[in-house]
């Protein structure tokens, strides 16, 4: 019986972390000591993104704030700049992680998956389309889901210019 659920615990341990293991090659404090690293290496990571995110959701709120208070529109002209500043971050970034070759660094975590995702906003850019389409503005919605993805796209194009 206790044979039965070692082996499902290494396989679980196989499949949720991608260890090989054997129970016949490897001892319990082995496979203990490479679940710890791993779990270990994959909260700094939780936390360098989580940190990064903060500080892009704090960004993203304030661009959007003083964006609605000193350019007052029915356009969301702060979600739309926010996703065009992120999108030109992740542009510049990635262009210089993979230049200098830190393509999987902890850089790369905080930067772009962090900050860049905590800062852009497209769950925002949903919601404000539906809720202009709601309100009869469907050519707006219209004009800013085609101006977000173009102006996005090319943000994104001139990051990786300039990166490189």
Known sequence: MEIG??????????????????IHTHNICT???KFVYQTKKMFK?????????GIGSI???LTSFYMSKYFPSKFP???FTVNLIGCFLVGLLLGYFEKNNLVNSDMKLLFVTGFCGGYTTFSAFGYENINLIQNNN????LGYIGA?????????WFGLFLAK
């Not at 469907?138 to 919605?141: K, N, V």
């Open 77 to 79: 002209l702060g979600t």
């Open 148 to 156: 977000s993805l173009f102006f996005g796209l090319l943000a994104v």
């Open 45 to 53: 990571s939780i936390l360098i993104v989580g940190f990064g995110g």
């Open 5 to 22: 659920f070692l082996e499902i615990l290494l396989k679980y341990f196989e499949a949720f972390l991608n260890l090989e293991l054997s």
């Open 59 to 61: 960004l993203r709120f």
């Open 138 to 141: 469907s050519l707006l919605a």
């Open 31 to 33: 496979i203990f000591s």
